[in-house]
T-cell receptor, first 110, second 112 residues
């Protein structure tokens, strides 16, 4: 089936640790996005990429990093510099302006 | 991005039409209105979008006023599975990255 796969579904981070969230799509979409959602809030854009080997900061990029080495993959690393990482992370890809979302990764701090 | 205003929450009886309003009084000529919904603990799902004409698909209808300052999403026969947060988003076609700006949305509760 075509779609967007995020893994893992749940992730726990220890103090000072970097963790990487996976996002893979087989929709052949050029553009991919990472959003963060806090409880009861809307989504906030972290990073986005329009094409392989290119990405742009969103509204809340501090403490996060991304790479886009392949069209299908857009991993997000939550670094130790992100002091409040507990949130629901959503990956999306788009074509013609419509974004399609994965099921999300819920990150918690131990 | 143009700002949108939605009610915080709404209730609807199962089987009845759910009408979700959205105000976007500062919308500009090249900006589309998009609707997404998010069922609890899942990723958002695209519903429908439009520029100025009314639109209909298998999920919903979108009615945009003639002055484009407001719109209404209509779910014709709401079911319990339609309980979700509904987001109205305005976005221009020329924005780099096709970014979407999500507000707090409307919590729709469908009740039996």
């Amino acid at each position: 089936d075509g779609g967007i796969t995020q893994s893992p579904k749940y992730l726990f981070r220890k103090e000072g640790q970097n963790v990487t969230l996976s996002c893979e799509q087989n929709l052949n979409h050029d553009a991919m996005y990472w959003y963060r959602q806090d409880p009861g809030q809307g989504l906030r854009l972290i990073y986005y990429s329009q094409i392989v080997n290119d990405f742009q900061k969103g509204d809340i990029a501090e403490g996060y990093s991304v790479s886009r080495e392949k069209k299908e993959s857009f991993p997000l690393t939550v670094t130790s510099a992100q002091k409040n990482p507990t949130a629901f992370y959503l990956c999306a890809s788009s074509i013609t302006g419509i974004q399609y979302f994965g099921a999300g990764t819920r990150l918690s701090v131990l | 991005d143009a700002k949108t205003t939605q009610p915080t929450s709404m209730d609807c009886a199962e089987g009845r039409a759910a009408n979700l309003p959205c105000n976007h009084s500062t919308i500009s000529g090249n900006e589309y209105v998009y609707w997404y919904r998010q069922i609890h603990s899942q990723g958002p799902q695209y519903i429908i979008h439009g520029l100025k004409n009314n639109e209909t698909n298998e999920m919903a209808s979108l009615i945009i006023t003639e002055d484009r300052k407001s719109s209404t999403l209509i779910l014709p026969h709401a079911t319990l599975r339609d309980t979700a947060v509904y987001y109205c988003i305005v976005r221009g076609t020329m924005e780099y990255g096709n970014k979407l700006v999500f507000g707090a949305g409307t919590i729709l509760r469908v009740k039996s």
